[in-house]
């Protein structure tokens, strides 16, 4: 059996907690949501700048299929998470999870097919604008979350029926 | 462990020495924004690990918050390294893993590092005082072997260390958890961080 050495550190968090001017936990929740609202329009921004980069290493990607684009387009996806939300747009992070899960399944894999990737960043952009898409976001959704099943979760997801065209068509 | 409630619990972090690591410049401020509401002064980031290691190197921190997701293959190993060859008192700074994508694979690999608590994106002001209170209030010990470096894993009558074999038969995490490959919830992540005794 391995040695195993226990020890006692303080606990230095909670000494700076500790030794600090008294502030009501609920306040300072307040103040912390109140600076997020501020950041609404750079988020928003953000978002617009991530899904032209999303669009353009997709487009390099159908091309080469070279498993480190894929790579860059799964840290691409994360920064959707957070972002998204405070644009305004949480159904596209929602959308984004769903592509990180296809992307890191396609990953593990070694699959390459771009039609699941394809049909997730249409839907991104369409999402960006929830007002315009009225009560289509949550059928769009649903739509991604079985290519989400086929893709992230299916080890035959490579199989000619597992194709995305007839779960989910994006013009 | 137990919700503060922030109506009648006390936060301040205006003396915390605070690290953020982060990849994703965005992130990078909804996190400093968050903790700006919470007073805090003194807040260090860094978008790479090897700007995080300098600084590791160079002066003290009490809570270190990264994002491994946005640091590529470094991220995790990074935590690792402060455990394993930072020196005291960093060494055993409260770390936060704070994450976009919580898939099985990523959370075990937070988990066997060496972090505190990992932190499901998107965040919220309220998530991130619980999960600072919850490391404020730890009493945990700090376990050294061979194959782990970091918090003691077992909560009350919980697992064992990383590695090391259970003697009991109700020694184990929830293992499912572990090979689950749909999205992990928080409490999903938290039933793998904070492994407890099951009933057989």
């Not at chain 2, 007073?39 to 590791?56: Q, S, Y």
Request: a negative charge.
């Amino acid at each position: 059996m391995s040695a195993i050495k226990y020890s006692k550190p303080p606990n230095r968090l909670d000494a700076a907690l500790s030794s600090a001017r008294p502030l009501l936990a609920q306040r300072a929740i307040e103040r912390a949501t109140q600076n997020l609202a501020h950041l609404g329009d750079e988020c928003a921004a953000y978002v617009d700048q991530l899904i032209g980069s999303l669009r353009e290493l997709f487009d390099l990607y159908v091309v080469d299929r070279r498993a480190d684009a894929l790579a860059d387009m799964y840290q691409l996806s994360l920064r959707f998470i957070g972002a998204a939300s405070l644009a305004g747009c949480a159904d596209l992070e929602v959308a984004a999870k769903s592509l990180c899960d296809v992307i890191d399944g396609m990953l593990e894999r070694g699959e390459t097919e771009p039609e699941p990737i394809r049909v997730h960043i249409e839907a991104m952009r369409m999402l960006r604008h929830p007002a315009a898409l009225g009560g289509a976001g949550t059928e769009l959704l649903a739509g991604l979350q079985r290519v989400r099943v086929r893709f992230a979760m299916s080890s035959d997801a490579t199989s000619p029926d597992a194709k995305t065209s007839d779960t989910l068509v994006i013009d | 462990m137990q919700s503060a409630d922030p109506s009648r619990t006390l936060f301040n972090l205006e003396n915390a020495q605070i690290l953020i690591v982060d990849g994703d410049p965005m992130s990078m401020s909804i996190m400093s924004q968050i903790l700006a509401g919470f007073e805090a002064r003194h807040v260090t980031r860094c978008d790479a690990v090897e700007e995080a290691e300098l600084k590791i190197r160079d002066q003290s921190f009490d809570l270190v918050i990264l994002d491994p997701g946005t640091l590529g293959p470094g991220g995790y190993k990074f935590i690792h390294w402060l455990r394993r060859k930072s020196t005291a008192p960093n060494k055993f700074a409260s770390v936060l893993i704070a994450t976009g994508h919580c898939q099985s694979s990523r959370v075990s690999e937070a988990r066997d590092s060496g972090a505190n608590f990992v932190l499901a994106k998107p965040l919220t002001p309220t998530a991130v005082f619980d999960r600072i209170m919850w490391m404020a209030r730890e009493r945990r010990p700090y376990v050294e072997c061979k194959v782990y470096s970091g918090p003691d894993r077992r909560f009350r009558e919980g697992g064992l260390p990383l590695g090391e074999p259970g003697r009991r038969e109700e020694d184990k995490i929830d293992e499912s958890l572990l090979t689950s490959e749909r999205e992990l919830s928080q409490s999903d992540i938290d039933a793998i961080m904070t492994p407890t005794r099951r009933a057989q």
